[in-house]
């Protein structure tokens, strides 16, 4: 967009139009090659934002989470209870080294808690190639709930070696809509159909496929409008033409907000009106090029 609007300004400027115009070629003709490139980069936008950039992002994470599994201590936070480890509550008031410091462990069956652990110290056996964490608790206080009473057995004293599983990558987090491909946009959305789910509730796949598809079309009603207002603007400095660029980025994003504002209404069907912006612009820039065009 700024590109556009500083060389057909700089064209506008040095009167070359003018003299481009007089030879008897039409301003249809000069930009033929300006929209057919920005054309090419809806492609290649296209390509980065329904394949390429979600799998860059689920990979670059997974490689985050694959960090902090060489390192455990990454995965247990300070001062939080810990839900991520499925049947188990881990709670550590501070780790100092492999140390850690007033630990609170409870496991969990069928919602209802079994074992209540509590301990002052407690190490972590840290151990990149198994399968398991583990964490020896000294001197710690157990309660164990008795399936027959439902009453806690306590005891006390001595030291207590507890073994979990590590949490996989899909147990740890699922890919979110934001970081699906195309096919996994339309396979997700499938599912939900035959699920039995209603258009509402397939809305936010409908939206953030939508989404990827509109904005990646935004270089072509950004070059078909940068073009006459470029050349409209009569400038030659830099200064104007990133002024005009950052106000009609602020309109495009302000309307694709406004869009997606209106998620919670699906019978307007804002996944089309996330369109609106791409068709206002490449409409508007048509119109004023046909206009230039013929003056």
């Known amino acids: 967009l700024t ?12 009167q070359e139009l003018t003299a481009i115009r007089a030879s008897g070629i039409s301003l249809t003709s000069i930009v033929y090659p300006v929209v057919l490139m920005s054309i090419l980069f809806c492609f290649l936008c296209a390509w980065v934002n329904l394949d390429l950039g979600p799998r860059g992002r689920v990979a670059f994470k997974k490689l985050l989470f694959d960090a902090g599994q060489r390192d455990l201590k990454g995965l247990l936070p300070e001062g939080r209870f810990i839900t991520d480890f499925p049947g188990y509550v881990l709670y550590i008031s501070r780790i100092d080294g492999n140390t850690l410091h007033n630990v609170l462990f409870y496991s969990v069956e069928n919602g209802r808690k079994m074992t209540d652990l509590r301990a002052d110290t407690a190490q972590l056996v840290d151990d990149p190639g198994s399968d398991e964490i583990q964490i020896q608790f000294f001197n710690p ?19 207590l070696e507890i073994s979990f599983p590590r949490p996989g990558t899909e147990l740890f987090r699922q890919v979110k809509l934001s970081e699906m491909t195309l096919t996994q946009l339309l ?42 207002l470029g050349i409209q603007a009569h400038r030659r400095d830099t200064s104007s033409g ?18 997606k504002s209106l998620e919670s209404r699906p019978s307007i069907h804002p ?14 820039g048509i119109w004023m090029i046909l206009r230039k065009n013929r003056h």
């Open 271 to 284: 996944h089309l009106l996330l369109w609106v912006p791409n068709i206002l612009f490449q409409a508007l």
């Open 3 to 14: 590109a556009t609007l500083m060389v057909f300004g700089r064209l506008s400027s040095d």
């Open 141 to 159: 206080t157990i309660f164990t709930r008795q399936d027959s009473s439902g009453l806690w057995q306590p005891s006390y004293g001595g030291s």
């Open 242 to 259: 990133v002024a005009i660029a950052l106000a009609l980025m602020l309109l495009y994003y302000g309307l694709v907000i406004a869009a």
């Open 187 to 228: 396979e997700e959305a499938e599912k939900l159909k035959s699920s039995g789910m209603t258009g509402a509730d397939i809305l936010p796949v409908k939206m953030h496929l939508h989404e990827k598809i509109s904005f990646s079309f935004a270089s072509l009603g950004f070059t078909l409008l940068g073009i006459p």
